[in-house]
């Protein structure tokens, strides 16, 4: 399945190392090409697989950081998430403060769990074990990051305007971090196997809208602030890369030893 996407890449670096002035720096510097070679290859998850995970994660985690560092010292974002936070406290009313409250327990630890559950039950049933580890790491990598990351900022929650009472720390926002974690890599299987699957753009459109939902839930109930919810987005979308990358290299790993078979 992400077979496809990575040789189509990887023919295409096989092409660009055919080119004249590639072949004679390759015959003065053949270890350095042919090390920069090995890493655009998809022969294993050391490949191009690998490549594009440290690109990805050290892009994500340099955005991450950075937001991180202007929640704590600039006071210009802070200034927007009181904005913001206050804007949806006065547009809040009773009726749609209860629909949404209710809607937010999804995010919560017991909703995670019992999507994730159903979720792996589903994967296991269908023989496909990979993907149920991918999805793992994705969910409880996200989980553990978060307890970390919450504990390290001790950024306090929005004062005097949230709808209920919560006692961890605020950033990043956990329900949007675990959202992404569990709901958006559900989403990105799905889409692998949309061929298979009965209304998979459906799927794909609801798993979207529940994410930014999730998020906006957060800041309207105010008990997350803009930047917070960004933060568990980022994080969230982190563990996702890694668990992709984790289900490239057992899928890589099964197919070769198909073959040697």
């Known amino acids: 399945m992400f077979k496809k996407p990575f040789t189509l890449i990887s023919s295409q670096v096989d092409k660009l190392f055919e080119l004249p002035m590639i072949k004679e720096l390759e015959r003065k510097h053949p270890k350095f090409v ?11 998850f050391f490949g191009l697989p690998f490549t594009t995970l440290l690109i990805a ?36 009313t009773d009726l749609l403060s209860s629909a949404i409250y209710y809607f937010t327990q999804l995010g919560s630890v017991y909703g995670v769990g019992f999507t994730f559950v159903t979720a792996m039950g589903v994967l296991l049933l269908k023989g496909k074990w990979h993907h149920g580890v991918a999805l793992l790491v ?15 900022f001790h950024r306090e929650r929005p004062m005097d305007v949230g709808y209920y009472d919560l006692s961890s720390f605020s950033f990043p926002s956990g329900h949007a971090a675990g959202s992404v974690a569990l709901v958006g890599m559900l989403c990105i299987l799905i889409y692998q196997e949309r061929d298979q699957i009965k209304a998979a753009s459906a799927w794909l459109w609801l798993g979207l809208l529940y994410i930014l939902l999730i998020g906006f839930s957060r800041i309207y109930l105010g008990v997350h602030f803009l930047t917070d919810v960004a933060g568990g987005y980022l994080l969230g979308s982190l563990w996702v890369m890694v668990a992709l990358s984790l289900l490239e290299f057992l899928l890589l790993h099964q197919r070769r030893n198909r073959h040697s078979v």
């Open 138 to 152: 994705s969910v409880l990598g996200s989980g553990i990051s978060i307890y970390f990351t919450k504990a390290y």
């Open 34 to 44: 042919g090390f920069l070679h090995d890493r655009l290859g998809v022969q294993g």
């Open 57 to 92: 994660v050290f892009v994500n985690f340099a955005v991450l950081s950075e937001l991180s560092e202007h929640i704590v010292n600039s006071p210009g974002m802070k200034a927007v998430d009181t904005s913001v936070t206050m804007f949806f406290f006065n547009l809040r």
